[in-house]
């Protein structure tokens, strides 16, 4: 459980109730959002990251308040963020004080917490497919911000001089994230084409396990109850609809699976319902870079 011992920040433990600090475009948030949703805990209000005005310090039992980072304008790569999630990524939780990070050891924390609507299957065949899951969905994650960066956010992803160096000032040596090397790197056009085709190949993979997984009928992908690894790769699906990633034509029992769970009302409340609009955005995006060659549709090697 990552839990953060004595955190640098001195709101942490002045925040009752839950805090989540997020960003509705980021995956990992957005995983969050959607067990949030599922456990039907509800969003009680939006509002800055760094918010202390007495009202905002209290979330009510049943509710969380979200505090929003924005990645756009790079809220996380800052001196204050950094004393909250030491690794300058969202998410992070705060429980009644209590500081914890990592998207899925979050979501793993509130179904202790919350245990209605249990998120893990008892079943212990189940559960072992479950963790094995999440372990390569945590494992892909790189590969989906490699893929995103290049064939969706672009120049938008870019950060300045100022904050690339920032970034390399304040990250800890032995952040996982390893973002100041990251970014050096993507800033500088220094990434090479064939590293990104190699992590949308690496993904299509993942993609192809759970398409052969799902064939045989079952609703969700440890069996028939919903569970956390149906919330990770949801979210990964999600990213490269963004991207128009062909789902539909490449793996069709994973499109028809991700239909299933998309209407479940965690996900429409919890994770689409809150950016709607730039969802479709990139969508639209990724459809005209697709259509003029330059999208993931042609870098993807599943035969069309
Ligand atoms: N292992 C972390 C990864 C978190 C992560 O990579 N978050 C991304 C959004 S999905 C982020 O905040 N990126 C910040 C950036 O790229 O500047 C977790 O699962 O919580």
Not at 54 to 75: F, I, K, M, N, Q
Not at 90 to 103: C, N
Request: glycine share 8%; net charge neutral; hydrophobic share 45%.
């Amino acid at each position: 459980m990552a839990l953060i011992e004595s955190p640098a920040s001195p709101l942490v433990p002045r925040l009752q109730g839950l805090h989540l600090f997020g960003f509705d475009g980021a995956p990992c948030a957005q995983r969050v959002n959607f067990a949030l949703a599922e456990k039907g805990l509800e969003r009680a209000r939006k509002v800055k990251w760094a918010d202390d005005h007495p009202a905002a310090l209290v979330a009510p039992p049943g509710t969380y308040v979200y505090r929003e980072v924005s990645l756009v304008r790079h809220d996380n790569l800052t001196e204050g963020y950094a004393a909250i999630q030491p690794n300058m990524v969202v998410p992070a939780l705060v429980h009644d004080g209590r500081l914890y990070i990592e998207s899925m050891d979050i979501i793993a924390y509130l179904d202790e917490a919350f245990p209605e609507q249990p998120l893990r299957p008892r079943e212990p065949a189940a559960a072992a497919l479950c963790d094995e899951l999440v372990q390569l969905g945590k494992d892909l994650h790189v590969s989906v911000r490699h893929v995103t960066f290049h064939w969706s956010l672009g120049g938008l992803a870019r950060t300045d001089t100022e904050t690339e160096a920032r970034v390399a000032r304040l990250e800890r040596g032995d952040s996982p994230e390893g973002l100041a090397e990251f970014y050096r790197r993507f800033n500088g056009n220094a990434i090479e084409l064939a590293t990104f085709h190699q992590h949308l190949h690496e993904l299509e993979d993942g993609y192809a396990q759970q398409e052969t997984r799902l064939a045989d009928g079952r609703p969700f992908l440890t069996g028939p109850d919903f569970s956390i690894a149906d919330i990770i790769w949801a979210i990964k699906v999600l990213r490269l609809t963004e991207c128009a990633y062909p789902f539909a034509r490449n793996f069709p029992h994973l499109a028809a699976w991700y239909r299933r769970v998309a209407a479940r009302p965690g996900f429409r409340q919890g994770v689409l319902g809150r950016y709607k609009f730039v969802h479709h955005v990139f969508r639209v995006k990724g459809m005209l870079m697709n259509l003029f060659g330059r999208g993931v549709v042609n870098a993807s090697r599943v035969a069309a």
